[in-house]
Every structure is written in structure tokens, then in C-alpha cells.
């Protein structure tokens, strides 16, 4: 063993002395086993005291849905990493059958158990990725290291379960002890400790009644919202009351809620209540106050009874009075002294208006003396502001007020300004007028858009129409524009192959550009051709089971002729093995052509590079494009996916094309159940990525 292997072994075990935690014990010796020897998945699976299942509590290369919630009951005799278990030496699996669950799934591995001393049984298992029955002794040494440790803290575990489980019982006895309900919650009111009395207010047993069961459910939600308006900002001991329901009586309780926060380092806050029942202390409150008030009231009445009216009346804005029963005022507020009494007014038209007024209350309250049996009278009396003459409609209500023995004493009238009443009717009326022409203008204004409505729907199957005429007529061109170019390219050929007789050179070269340019043409239309009949969702796919790799090959093949004229070098790079791809293998064809061709096309200078890898956690295959080119500004990449969308339209420009092919090329990726990416930067070059799922999903 070489000096190096024996301090990483010994900064191991100087760890493991020092740590409390399985996990982390475990994930630290994962690591180890990793970086010592060529294993590249590995798993930690320890017993769990309580449940007696096995759980996974490290790992390392596996993937995540092969561990997802793993457990393993020791219930299970049956299942192979049980059976290993129960041996004392490694055990090798070549291979297990798909029904037994095993975070290596399809892989072989060595299953070594966890053994603490001679005495103790197997705490859990480490597994091991191996192609041959061959163990590394390394693995063994940690396996061995590890059983101790786990042994070590699983043992300390059970000792403070224990420990714990005899300090909560102490606790129980002792707020159990208390005649107040006391509970222990976290920060939004969940129940975490709650003695007897707690229990009987928050909690109800199997066999409670639904009233029970509703009573509790209240109380809970009381208390939650009580907890979080005074848990809010709180450093210190928080007050307040809290009014609950007895869930056997029904009666309402009320409590003092006193409140505190307890903070522990590794579980957080916790807030401990207490309640104090104060419910007949509130009573008797509410009782010594009301008699309190009863006997200002008494004493206020006994004092000055003729104080108490004198406030009352003026407190009143209405115009109040008191008459007798020859129809004196004998008692009125301050609003009524203003229409029937001005001192120190000398102004004969005011005096002249103030005794109009009196006249006609004293017809009113003649009125009210004249029917009787009636102590409730109402009437419109017709009075003048004595200062400006302005005339004030007002109701009068009029009430008797009769002695012990039913003699009439005195006839109380208020009087109420209609002025404003009035006014509000005169303004309801025009408010009602306008609402009418408003609800007019807008079942004129729904007319007009109903039609608006119905033209824009007739325009949008008009459109709908025209578009399908389009794609129809795009179709039909295509194909009457490819019988003759079809013929075209036969003739020509023929020509070039001397069918006709031998051509000179001048003539071929000619003909050569005749064909060039005829097969430009004939590509332009297929892109037609391809855009209308993806439009018409009749474009169909031929799905088969291909390598990414070769594809990439082909690819480079067939632009060989275009990348020998071109100044740019072309890199293909292939990451890592990739799986076989399933879908239509000559769409694909077509997409990656038509990006590595635009490459070409736009680079003058640099490389251009293809790539292809595997994104595991996505399941896609990503190939991508990059050049070094003009690159693309960042208002125009979405535009260049659009149908018949060339950035540069004017007839100078320096590249040709109809303005489909990138556009396809989305179309194509989508129907795959993929898609497209751009990344650009004017002058930097251009990367387009083509993702694809490893199998195609259904759309």
C-alpha cells in the first residue's frame, strides 16, 4: 500500500470519528470509494431501527428514477439483497430479473454487507457496480469501515430515542399536571405538544359527534389566526384574548392567549401558548360595568333631567320643540331658535317672517291636539328663513307626551329641511333621464358591434378560404412547375451523356448551367411543395431506428462538393456514445442539411462546426450547427423562422433562396416532437440546435 493510499484511508476513518450523521458518513465514504478505485456506481442501504426497511441513504452515479423513493422491507425473505444480507460474505449478481427493484437495475454489482463487530448483526448493504465476479479489495476494507460506523451511530440513535422517549413522558406528566391548556406549535399553528386539557378544546377522539368534530375544527382555525396576527414581529411574551368553543356544551369560552417564541438551533422556532380561562372574570367585568353605567345614568337623570333634555335636543341639527297645550313653546333647540325667536333683531321684515313661522306651527300643533288618540302625527309645514326670506319646505313630526295619570302635557315637533330632499328628487330625475339615453346610446353602440362582429367573422372565413385556396394553388403550381422542369433535367442530362451526339465544350458548359440552375429551381419548389402540404397536415413520416453518428457522416458526404468550394473548414464533433435515435431519419437529413448549407453560405471566414450529444436528464439528442459568420441582431431571429422571410429582401442582395428553408426546418422539428434553437451575435457567428427525444412522443 503506497503512503498515498494510506493517508487518504486515514483522513477517511479521522472523519468518520468525528461525524454524527449516516448520510453524511455514507456519502463521504461513497466518494472515497470513487476517487480510489474504477467503481462508477455505487449505493449505501441501511436498516432503519423503527420500520425495519431498508433504506437508500447514498449513491452515486445512479439515476434519479431508478432510486426514486427506494425502500426495501426486511419483510421480503424472498428478494435477493435480503437473502444477501443474511450471509456474512460479498455476494455477485450478473444480472436480476426486472421485477426485483434494485437502485442498479440491469447492471451487475457486488452486494457486501455492513457489519459492525463479531456480535452484531448486518446493518445494510453496500452495492458495488462490477462487470467481473472480481472485488476490489478496497471496497471490502470500506465496507467493513462503514458497518462499524453505521453500527456506532444506530446504537448512539437507539440511545437517544430512548433518552428522549423518557424526557417527553416527564414533560407529559408535567403539563398534564396544569389545570391550563398549554400547546407547543410551530409559527402557522400546527400542533406539535398539547396536554390533557389542550386536547379536550383541539382535538377530538374517533367516536365524537359531528358538533364535536365542528367545534374543534373552529377552535383550531381561531387559534391559528390568534397565533399569527400576535407571532408576527414577536421577541418577547405576547397577550391577548381568545374567545373559543366548548365542543361538549357548546357555551362560548373566553381565554387569554399568552404567547412566547422558543428557538432551537437544528429544528427552527417553535411558539409555546398558554391559556388562561377567563371567562367568568369577563362576566363579572362586563357586570360591574354595566352597573357602573346604570348608576351615572341614574345620577346624571337625578342631578338636572332638564340639563340631560337640553343636550339631547341640541345635539340634534333638525329644529326641535316643545309646546303646551295652548301651543307656547315652552323648550327648543338652537336650529329652531334661528326660524322663531332672533334677539336683538330689530328688522321688521325679519320679525314679520319670524311670526309667520310661529303662526303656522301653531296651525300644525292644533292639528296634532285635534286627533285624538293618535300620539304620532306628520305634516308639511310651508316657513320662510327670517334672515334672507328664502322659503324652507319642512316635514313635521309631531309626538304627545302624557303625565302618569294620561293628561296631555307637552307636543314635541321636529322639524326636517326638505330643501335637499327635494333637490336629490329633481337630480334623480335627471339622472334617470340621462341612464335612460345611456342605456340607449349603448344598445345602439351592441348593434353596431354585433355587426362588426359578424363582418370581421365573415373576413376571417374569407381569409380562412383564401389561405387554403393558397396552399391548393402553391401545391398545384408546384407540381405543374416540376413536369417540366423534370424534363428539363432529363433532356439535359441526356445531352451532357452524349445521347444526341457528342456536344462541344462550349455547349457544355451551357448545359451544365442549365442544369445547375434548373436544380436550384426544382429545390426552390420541393420547399414550396414542403411548406403547403405541412400546412395541409399531409406531410408524411417514415419512422425508423438510425445512429446520430452516421447521419452526421451522410451529411457531410453529400455537401462534400459545396465545403471543398468553400474557404471554411468544417468540424464534426460527436460527444460520448450516443443511443439510437427513433424517428424519421430523412426529415432529419433534411433539417441538418439545410443548416449546415446556410452555414456555408453565411461564413466566409473561421470554422464551422457540427456537434451532436445525449442530455440524460432530458432524453433528447441535441445536434447542433455553429459558424463564425455574420451572425444574426437579436430583434430579427424570430423573424428568420417565418415563411418566405429573408433578412435582406432587397433584389442586391447577396444570397438567394425563397425564405422557407428555416422555416421547414421548425415545421419539421415540430411534427418530431422537437425543436429549434438560435443563439447569435451580429458578427460573432450564429449556433442553431436541433433537439429531438430519443423516441418520438405522440402529439
Known sequence: MSGFETDAKVGLLEFLLTSVDIQESARRSIEWLVAHTRTSQAVVLVVETVSNEMLL??????????????????????????????????????????????PLEGR???????????????????????????????????????????????????????????????????????????????????????????????????????????????NNMLFSAALSTSAVGMSEL??????????????????????????????????????RNVTDL???????????????????????????????????????????????????????????????????VALRRVRGNGANLTSFVSNVLTRSGEQRYRGEIQLADPVNGRPLPVEAVAGTILSEQGELMWVVTILHDQTEAIEKARLYEQLKDASQELERKVQEATGELAQQNELLRRQHIALEQASALKSQFLANMSHEFRTPLNAILGYTHMLLNNVSGAV???????????????????????????????????????????????????????????????????????????????????????????????ALKFTTAGSVTISAWYDHRSEYIAIAVHDTGVGIAPEDQARVFEDFRQLDSSPARGYGGTGLGLS??????????????????VGAGSTFTLRLPVKRRRR
Open 108 to 218: 451487475s454489482f457486488h452486494a457486501i454487507p455492513l457489519r459492525g463487530d463479531e456480535h452484531e448483526g448486518v446493518q445494510g448493504l453496500l452495492l458495488v457496480s462490477g462487470h467481473t465476479p472480481d472485488l476490489d479489495r478496497e471496497a471490502v476494507w470500506l465496507a467493513r469501515t462503514l458497518g462499524k460506523q453505521v453500527s456506532r451511530l444506530l446504537s448512539r440513535q437507539l440511545l437517544a430515542e430512548t433518552r428522549f422517549g423518557q424526557e417527553r413522558m416527564l414533560l407529559y406528566s408535567i403539563i398534564n399536571a396544569v389545570t391550563d391548556p398549554i400547546l407547543l406549535t410551530d409559527t402557522e399553528g400546527k400542533l406539535i405538544i398539547a396536554n390533557s386539557h389542550a386536547e379536550k378544546l383541539f382535538a377530538a377522539p374517533e367516536e365524537a359527534s359531528e358538533g364535536w368534530r365542528r367545534a374543534v375544527a373552529l
Open 57 to 102: 441513504v447514498a449513491e452515486h452515479g445512479v439515476p434519479g428514477s431508478a432510486i426514486l423513493d427506494f425502500t426495501l422491507s426486511r419483510q421480503e425473505a424472498s428478494h435477493p439483497l435480503i437473502q444477501s444480507m443474511n450471509g456474512r460474505q460479498p455476494v455477485y449478481f450478473e444480472s436480476l430479473p426486472s421485477h426485483y427493484r434494485i
Open 504 to 598: 462541344t465544350d462550349p455547349q457544355r458548359k451551357s448545359l451544365g448551367r442549365i442544369d445547375s440552375n434548373a436544380r436550384h429551381l426544382l429545390a426552390l419548389i420541393n420547399d414550396i411543395l414542403d411548406i403547403t402540404r405541412i400546412e395541409a397536415g399531409r406531410m408524411p413520416l417514415n419512422i425508423t431506428r438510425f445512429g446520430v453518428p452516421e447521419l452526421v457522416t451522410e451529411v457531410m458526404a453529400e455537401l462534400e462538393p459545396i465545403i471543398r468550394r468553400s474557404t471554411v473548414p468544417v468540424v464534426p464533433r460527436v460527444r460520448g456514445r450516443l443511443p439510437a435515435l427513433r424517428s424519421d431519419r430523412q426529415k432529419i437529413k433534411q433539417i441538418v442539411l439545410n443548416l449546415l448549407s446556410n
Open 282 to 348: 369577563a362576566r363579572a367585568k362586563e357586570e360591574i360595568e354595566e352597573s357602573y353605567r346604570t348608576l351615572r345614568v341614574a345620577q346624571a337623570e337625578v342631578r338636572d333631567e332638564r340639563h340631560r333634555l337640553d343636550l339631547i335636543i341640541d345635539s340634534v341639527a333638525d329644529p326641535i320643540l316643545v309646546t303646551d297645550q295652548e301651543g307656547d313653546i315652552v323648550l327648543m333647540n338652537t336650529p329652531a331658535e334661528r326660524l322663531f325667536n332672533l334677539p336683538g333683531i330689530e328688522d321688521e
Open 664 to 681: 421547414i426546418c421548425r415545421r419539421l422539428a415540430n411534427m418530431l416532437g422537437g425543436s429549434i434553437e438560435l443563439q447569435s451575435e
Open 238 to 275: 405576547s397577550r391577548r384574548e381568545l374567545l373559543l368553543v366548548d365542543p361538549l356544551e357548546g357555551s362560548d369560552l373566553l381565554f387569554e392567549l399568552l404567547s412566547s417564541r422558543a428557538k432551537d438551533e437544528r429544528q427552527g422556532t417553535y411558539v409555546v401558548s398558554i391559556l
